[in-house]
C-alpha cells in the first residue's frame, strides 16, 4: 500500500506526531509511506525517518498560507497516487485535506480524532457538513473523542501505542540527566510534557510551585504560544533556579527516567500519548480531573480540580514520601505487562491500523 499520513499541526514533539511517527515506523516494513507536515521538520527526525525509507513532506504553513497548502496538497496526491490518505487532527478543519484527496481523486479518506474539544468550535461548526460528506472511515484515540467528533457516526478507535521497552527507567541516564540539570539527590523532579497553550495550562503548575519547598524541582519540555508568557510568569515569582524550560526534545524516554512524578493540568485531552508514556516509565502521575479516568491504565494516576494549587502541592507531597526509585525499577516489567494486555503496545497497536487500512482498500474495489 501507498499510504500517506497527514499531520494537521507541526510534527514534532506533541501527541499527533507520536502517533504518526510511531505507526509509520512498523507500517514501513511492508508499505510505501509518507508522512506529510505544515512545517519544517527536526532534522533529527528526518533523517531517523529516512533511514526507515519513510519519505517526510513539507508544506507551508496550513495556517498561515492556507491557498498554497491547500493546493500543493491536491498536487501531491495527485502525483503520487496514494492507496490511503490518513488525516490526523483535533476538528473538522481536516475537511481541508479531505476535500483536497477528492479534488486529486486517490486515496481512501480516512480521519483520525485525537481530542476531545478544539480551540475553534465555530469553524468546526461551519465545516462539519463538508467534513461529514469528504470522510469515508473514522477512527479515534479514545471513545470520548470519537464521540465528540464524529457524534453517531460509526468509528474505531485505536489506542495510542508506545515503545514499552525504550520506556523503561535506566540508571546511568537517570543519573546523567538529573546531573545535567543540576537535581540532587535528595530533590524531587517533576515533569510535565506538551505544548505550550492554554488546553495543556502549564502556567497552573508554575503557580503550583511556591506551595512546596525548595526540594522541589518542575521540568518543563515543550515549546509553544505560550511558551514566553510562562518563562515571564517564572521570572514574575522568582522560580528561576526551580523550574527548568527543556524545550522540544526527542528523547523523551530519557527524561522520565531522570524524574520522579509526571504532572499534566490540562483543561481537556482527548487520550494523551504522554500520560501513557510516564505510566510505561513507572511515574506516578497527578493530571487534571478533566482527564478521562479511562487513561489509568496502571493504577498510578490521581485526577485532581485544577482550580486550587494547595491541593496539588499536597498531594505532590504525600506522594513523594514514598518515592523509591529502585522500587520502580523492580515494577516495571509487572506496569508494563498491564499497558501490553490493555492494548497499548505500539507494535501490536500499528499492525490493527495496517489490517484496517487494507480492509478499506479492499472494500472500495
Known sequence: MKILFINTIN??????????????KVLSFNNDVTILAPNKVDSEIKENLRKLGIII??????????KSYFFNLVRI??????????????????????LAAKIAGYGIRVTHSHNTKTEHPTINKILKPMFNHYVDYRLA???EAGKWLYGNKNFTVINNGVNLENLKPKDIIRINIRKRLNIKSNEFLLISIGYFNDQKNQEFIIQMLPFMDKSYKLLLIGNGTNFIRCKQLVTKLGLEK???????????ADYLSASD???????????PFALIEAQASGLSCIVSSKITKKTNLTGNVIYLDITNFELWANKIIKISKNIDYNKRVRAIDSIQNQLSNKGYDQEENAKKLETLFEKYLNDSL
Request: hydrophobic share 40%.
Open 242 to 252: 526551580r523550574v527548568i524550560f527543556a524545550g522540544i526534545q526527542n528523547n523523551i
Open 261 to 271: 512524578i509526571f504532572l499534566m493540568p490540562s483543561r481537556f485531552e482527548g487520550f
Open 141 to 143: 484515540c479514545s471513545q
Open 57 to 66: 513532506i513539507q508544506l507551508p504553513s496550513r495556517k498561515k498560507k492556507l
Open 11 to 24: 510534527l514534532e514533539k506533541n501527541g499527533i506526531s507520536t502517533f504518526i511517527i510511531n505507526n509509520a
Open 77 to 98: 496526491i495527485k502525483r503520487k497516487k496514494y492507496d490511503i490518505v490518513h488525516i490526523n487532527g483535533n476538528s473538522t478543519t481536516m475537511a481541508i485535506e479531505l
